[in-house]
Nanobody, 116 residues
Framework: QVQLVESGGGLVQPGGSLRLSCVASRSIFSSTFMGWYRQAPGKERELVAGIYNSGNTNYADSVKGRFTISRDNAKNTVYLQMNSLKPEDTAVYYC??????????WGQGTQVTVSS
């Protein structure tokens, strides 16, 4: 099992920015996919952004142009830079890392609240 620890969530005003971090207890070099999901109250968990071992990325339509996912293999960390935040971005954000030999792993989640 791989532990994932997220940080960087909080309360921000509309139009503001936050950067989420997810540190893995095992090297992410061998991961095949790293992603950020979110779940708002009463809604299903959805993929926000993902980055593959190849470096290719994909984003939900609702965040394209505002969010950027990146990874730092040396720090075993995946980031989600969130700009121009909107109230509808309010949710618990979860980190997910899929490994070839260590399965699919989830973090505990970090709350992001966008409100004036």
């Amino acid at each position: 099992q791989v532990q994932l620890v997220e940080s960087g969530g909080g309360l921000v005003q509309p139009g503001g920015s936050l950067r989420l971090s997810c540190v893995a207890s095992r090297s992410i070099f061998s991961s095949t996919f790293m992603g950020w999901y979110r779940q708002a109250p009463g809604k299903e968990r959805e993929l926000v952004a993902g980055i593959y071992n190849s470096g290719n990325t994909n984003y939900a339509d609702s965040v394209k142009g505002r969010f950027t996912i990146s990874r730092d293999n040396a720090k075993n960390t995946v980031y989600l830079q969130m700009n121009s935040l909107k109230p509808e971005d309010t949710a618990v954000y979860y980190c997910n890392v899929d490994y070839v030999f260590h399965g699919n792993n989830w973090g505990q989640g970090t709350q992001v609240t966008v409100s004036s």
